[in-house]
């Protein structure tokens, strides 16, 4: 990969004296283009329509709008089900997938992919590794520390886009029947997870279900995974990051956790918390913000990880199609974007996520709400 090394953090340019009103970058956020070329339909209980040819009209309008900012983003955070799991149908998979693409090459700046449910209904993970929905490339590698590099067995990944700022990538679907070898260990591992939890015969169905997160459009963390996000938010914490994080989320409890993994604990002072993670994926982990069927099947793991840590601000995800929001006990921000693919032709679904030393701020347009993400004060900068 040609990736980036970096000694720390602080060998980037010094953004100088900043008051908690100026504006230090911003990045872009959109969800479940799902693209095909068919006529609308509807969703699977038939109550919701889905625009699948105008969905790639929206991204259009949404790169048009990005490009002519004054201030344009750093980055766009595309948050996975690029196209429709109906191109594998209709075996317009590649074809699709190169369209939408070739839309995004109009972009000014990078896009950074996640993938969902609907990239594993049209492509094996094998494919997805080797094609252009893989920005594993643009990621950020710290010099020193290896225990902060994913292993290839998942795609995950960190960058950079702003100094004190460290943006993570998850896989949502590290752990899952979907897009798998049916014969591999793995795929026998992730179904045996999936019936214990599931006993429908239809695996989709969350009917009766205790944890009705359990179905098999839905995935989960390995515990490799996991432990590389610990080592990563502990560097984080170290070196006074703020951290964003797209993908998954866990059940609240007013106690901050420590979680312990490869030998080191992740819990940190607030004295020690300047600056900031931001985590994501296609998946939501945070039942407050998210339909429950909609959750990662482990997420209650992975909010054990991040509420062991100070440096994460707030968590990205997409897949439920009308969105959501919640802030956490711990001051984590969670937001579902709203789906495109469920957009109608007069409204639009994506939105700029402005970023201040306090605070971040994303404005949405059309069906996705402005909303004002404050940190706790001991997550805040002080220049």
Not at 108 to 126: I, L
Not at 185 to 210: A, D, M, V, W, Y
Not at 296 to 312: F, G, K, P, Q, T
Request: with cysteine; charged share 20%.
């Amino acid at each position: 990969m040609n990736s980036k090394t970096l000694e720390v953090m602080d060998d980037k340019p010094d953004p100088g004296p900043l008051s908690e009103s100026s504006e230090l970058f911003s990045f872009g956020v959109i969800a479940d283009i799902q693209y095909a070329d068919l006529e609308d339909g509807y969703n699977f209980q038939g109550s919701r329509r889905r625009y699948y040819r105008h969905s790639l009209l929206h991204l259009q309008c949404a790169i048009e709008h990005w490009n002519k900012e004054s201030s344009p983003p750093c980055c766009v955070l595309q948050l996975g089900d690029i196209i429709d799991g109906y191109n594998a149908q209709y075996k317009a998979s590649e074809k699709s997938l190169e369209l939408v693409l070739n839309t995004f090459q109009t972009l000014k700046v990078p896009v950074h992919h996640t993938w969902g449910n609907h990239e594993f209904y049209n492509f094996s993970r094998d494919y997805l590794t080797n094609s252009k929905l893989n920005t594993r490339f643009l990621e950020d590698q710290i010099a020193r520390h290896p225990e902060t590099m994913p292993s290839e067995s998942y795609y995950a990944y960190h960058f950079v886009p702003f100094p004190k700022f460290r943006f993570i990538l998850l896989d949502a679907y590290d752990m899952s029947v979907l897009g798998v070898d049916q014969s591999s260990p793995k795929f026998q591992q992730c179904l045996k997870i999936l019936r214990e939890h599931n006993p429908n015969t239809e695996l989709n169905s969350p009917q009766g279900l205790s944890e009705p997160q359990f179905v098999q459009f839905n995935g989960g963390f390995s515990q490799e995974q996991l432990n590389w996000l610990n080592e990563v938010l502990t560097f984080s914490d170290r070196n006074q990051e703020k951290v964003v994080i797209v993908s998954p989320r866990p059940n609240p409890s007013l106690r901050r956790p420590t979680y312990e993994c490869s030998g080191h604990q992740g819990e940190a002072s607030a004295a020690q918390v300047k600056k900031t993670d931001v985590t994501g994926g296609h998946l939501p982990i945070y039942p407050a913000a998210s339909d429950s069927v909609c959750l990662a099947w482990n997420y209650r793991d992975v909010l054990a990880v991040i509420w062991s840590h100070e440096c994460v601000v707030c968590f990205f995800a997409g897949h439920t199609h009308d969105g959501g929001y919640s802030e956490d006990p711990f001051g984590v921000h969670h937001v579902n974007i709203e789906g495109v693919i469920e957009t109608a032709p007069d409204s639009q679904a994506f939105g700029t996520v402005h970023v201040y030393p306090d605070r971040m701020v994303l404005k949405g347009k059309g069906r996705v709400p402005d909303r004002i993400m404050n940190y706790k004060k001991e997550k805040a900068f002080h220049f």
